[in-house]
């Protein structure tokens, strides 16, 4: 299970997006959808480890 809480990402004084709270439960299929730059690969990449958040 992957727990995500309050979880927000800034970038240059303009918030991407802030208060996530989401749990991915095992044994079920999530899809992330979104306009272009939306943040749903810097999501990932936070999630991965690759990027640290803002908050969260």
Not at 11 to 30: M, S, T
Not at 40 to 50: A, H
């Amino acid at each position: 299970m992957i727990t995500v809480s309050n979880l927000g990402m800034q970038f240059g004084g303009q918030w991407l997006f802030q208060h996530v709270d989401l749990q991915f439960l095992p044994g079920n299929c999530y899809g992330i959808i979104g306009a272009n730059g939306a943040g749903k690969s810097t999501f990932l990449r936070i999630l991965t480890g690759e990027l640290d958040s803002t908050n969260g």
